[in-house]
């Protein structure tokens, strides 16, 4: 009898969050790679410990992410608490290379010195990396995500860095933006 009773005011209560709509649901909003080429870069063969590092920009565009927004099947006005930037890092030849990767809402003036996160290469081992970085470790990714919350169009730099590298032969880096993925928190009716 004790079972039955337990199992009856599990499901009850299980029935009744449902129905009130207490359960938070994360939905993502895919908004691509906004159009970034690829940025490739060549190594040569030798080493170094000279920092370097390139950037390049892209926007997100207000109109964009209401359209994805739309296009998710999410009505009405949202608030987005994350934004993620996922890419593919790939590397033909062999290197071994620190660097890091990082976001800036101006253009740098300077090298930069540190990224949102490192990355240390390791080829030809590993020829393929896959990186994802959010608002919760890049400043930048954080204060864009408030502005995309105010309606805003926002300009952001993705930066490649390197803080060290050789290479026996010399080796190709390809640097991709594969998708940039902001997520709301919807509640469940």
């Not at 959010?134 to 990714?141: C, I, K, V």
Request: with cysteine; proline share 6%.
């Amino acid at each position: 009898m004790k079972r039955v009773l337990f199992w009856s005011a599990l499901i009850t209560s299980g029935i009744l969050l449902l129905v009130s709509g207490c359960i938070p649901v994360p939905i993502p909003i895919d908004l691509g790679n906004l159009g970034i080429e690829p940025q490739v870069f060549g190594i040569p063969q030798g080493s170094s410990t000279t920092l370097d590092a390139t950037w390049t920009s892209f926007i997100i565009k207000a109109e964009d992410v209401k359209n994805a927004q739309q296009e998710a099947g999410i009505p009405g006005t949202v608030h987005l608490h994350n934004i993620e930037v996922s890419g593919n890092v790939t590397v033909e030849g062999d290197l071994n290379l620190e660097g890091f990767i990082g976001f800036s809402l101006t253009e740098p003036t300077s090298t930069p010195t540190i990224g949102d996160i490192d990355i240390k290469i390791n080829a030809p081992q590993q020829t393929e990396y896959s990186p994802s970085i959010s608002a919760s470790n890049s400043p930048a990714l954080k204060e864009a995500l408030n502005r995309i919350n105010n309606g805003e169009d926002v300009t952001l730099w993705v930066i490649f860095g390197q803080r060290n590298y050789s290479s026996t032969n010399g080796a190709t880096v390809t640097v991709e933006i594969i998708n940039v993925r902001l997520w709301v928190t919807w509640t469940a009716w």
